[in-house]
């Protein structure tokens, strides 16, 4: 789970709805810096329990180097509500939202690049969006801690727990146990101040349950599908910190290789480099983003 030093937006920021053919969704939309070159847009998808807030940290550094950046909630994640039904939330609906909001982003800004960076169980959403669709308005595709397949056996194991309570609890009293899985925990990253404690709780009380239960499902049997991805002509990047809990940095590594990808680690960074060391994961993004052209779709 990430966790965002500040909530503050940054100069330039500001939060609102995305309108698509799929529906409305919340998002964060950083406008690049005034004097800085155009780069183009950057979607950044979240993860499992995620929000767009799990990209706070890398808005001002993005935009500076001239990106728009546009970090949002999923269907039926915090603020973009869904339905109270599994099948919602099925991977091809998820991906056909994540092609909606690229498709309206590029509506927007016709001939300018747009990248887009999953991160954990949204770098599987992402890949399957270009599975299903091909490369459409894309100019590059990164992976963020997300890896080829399945999350890793001791995962399974906990969120095995979440998929049989969930349905049995109600999202408070679901939280305070999950809370107590955490503290005894020590692959988790510990409870931070108090503001943060009570984003975390509240965004994990908007989030709808059927939602959780799904896309828990998907993490424990998402298929191998690297070499389906290989073949899309789209430049790759693979981003990782330096140790993973939900798949091991090797495999990482491994898929990376298969992937012909960019593959970049961030020293002092485990799952969430995004918000753990930002300023390296920007300055990486950027680089990797800037070498890939200026036009929509573009292969490099």
Same mark, same amino acid.
């Given at each position: 789970?990430s966790r965002p030093s500040t909530l503050r937006l940054p100069e330039r920021a500001t939060a609102h709805r995305l309108e698509t053919a799929r529906g409305s969704f919340a998002v964060l939309d950083a406008a690049p810096a005034p004097d800085a070159p155009a780069q183009g847009t950057a979607l950044l998808v979240p993860g499992f329990t995620g929000s767009k807030e799990d990209f706070l940290d890398l808005l001002a550094p993005l935009s500076a180097a001239g990106f728009r =950046?546009?970090?949002?909630?999923?269907?039926?994640?915090? +603020?973009?509500?869904?339905?109270? !039904?599994?099948? *919602?939330? *099925?991977?091809? +609906?998820?991906?056909?939202? =994540?092609? @909606?909001? #690229?498709?309206?982003?590029?509506?927007? $800004? %016709?001939?300018? $690049? /747009?990248?887009?960076?999953?991160?954990?169980?949204? &770098?599987?959403?992402?890949?399957?969006? /270009?599975?299903?669709?091909?490369?459409?308005?894309?100019?590059?595709?990164?992976?963020?801690?997300?890896?080829?397949?399945?999350?890793?056996?001791?995962?399974?194991?906990?969120?095995?727990?979440?998929?049989?309570?969930? %349905?049995?609890?109600?999202?408070?009293?679901?939280?305070?146990?999950?809370?107590?899985? !955490?503290?005894? !925990?020590?692959?988790?990253?510990?409870?931070?101040?108090?503001?943060?404690?009570?984003?975390?709780?509240?965004?994990?009380?908007?989030?709808?349950? +059927?939602?959780?239960?799904?896309?828990?499902?998907?993490?424990?049997?998402?298929?191998?599908?690297?070499?389906?991805?290989?073949?899309?002509? /789209? %430049?790759?990047? =693979?981003?990782?910190? +330096?140790?993973?809990?939900?798949?091991?940095?090797?495999?990482?590594? @491994?898929?990376?290789?298969?992937?012909? *990808?960019?593959?970049? =680690?961030?020293? &002092?960074?485990?799952?969430?480099?995004? @918000?753990?060391?930002? #300023?390296?994961? *920007?300055?990486?993004?950027? $680089?990797?983003?800037?070498?890939?052209?200026?036009? @929509?779709?573009?292969?490099?």
């Amino acid at each position: 789970m990430s966790r965002p030093s500040t909530l503050r937006l940054p100069e330039r920021a500001t939060a609102h709805r995305l309108e698509t053919a799929r529906g409305s969704f919340a998002v964060l939309d950083a406008a690049p810096a005034p004097d800085a070159p155009a780069q183009g847009t950057a979607l950044l998808v979240p993860g499992f329990t995620g929000s767009k807030e799990d990209f706070l940290d890398l808005l001002a550094p993005l935009s500076a180097a001239g990106f728009r =950046v546009v970090a949002v909630d999923g269907r039926g994640q915090y +603020e973009t509500p869904g339905p109270r !039904d599994e099948a *919602a939330y *099925a991977q091809r +609906e998820l991906a056909a939202d =994540v092609r @909606a909001q #690229a498709d309206a982003l590029a509506a927007q $800004a %016709p001939g300018a $690049a /747009l990248h887009v960076l999953g991160h954990s169980l949204g &770098g599987h959403l992402v890949r399957a969006a /270009l599975l299903a669709a091909g490369p459409g308005p894309f100019s590059s595709v990164t992976l963020m801690s997300s890896g080829p397949a399945e999350i890793a056996p001791d995962q399974q194991l906990r969120t095995q727990l979440l998929i049989d309570h969930l %349905p049995t609890m109600d999202m408070e009293t679901a939280w305070w146990a999950m809370r107590s899985l !955490d503290s005894a !925990d020590t692959s988790t990253t510990p409870v931070g101040p108090a503001w943060l404690d009570d984003f975390l709780h509240r965004r994990w009380i908007g989030t709808v349950p +059927e939602q959780l239960i799904a896309t828990a499902r998907q993490l424990m049997t998402e298929p191998d599908r690297v070499a389906e991805l290989a073949a899309i002509p /789209l %430049p790759k990047l =693979v981003l990782s910190g +330096e140790v993973d809990y939900a798949w091991p940095v090797p495999l990482l590594d @491994a898929m990376a290789e298969r992937l012909g *990808a960019r593959r970049v =680690v961030i020293k &002092g960074a485990e799952h969430s480099p995004n @918000a753990e060391r930002p #300023a390296e994961t *920007a300055a990486a993004l950027v $680089a990797f983003w800037a070498d890939e052209g200026t036009v @929509a779709g573009q292969a490099g």
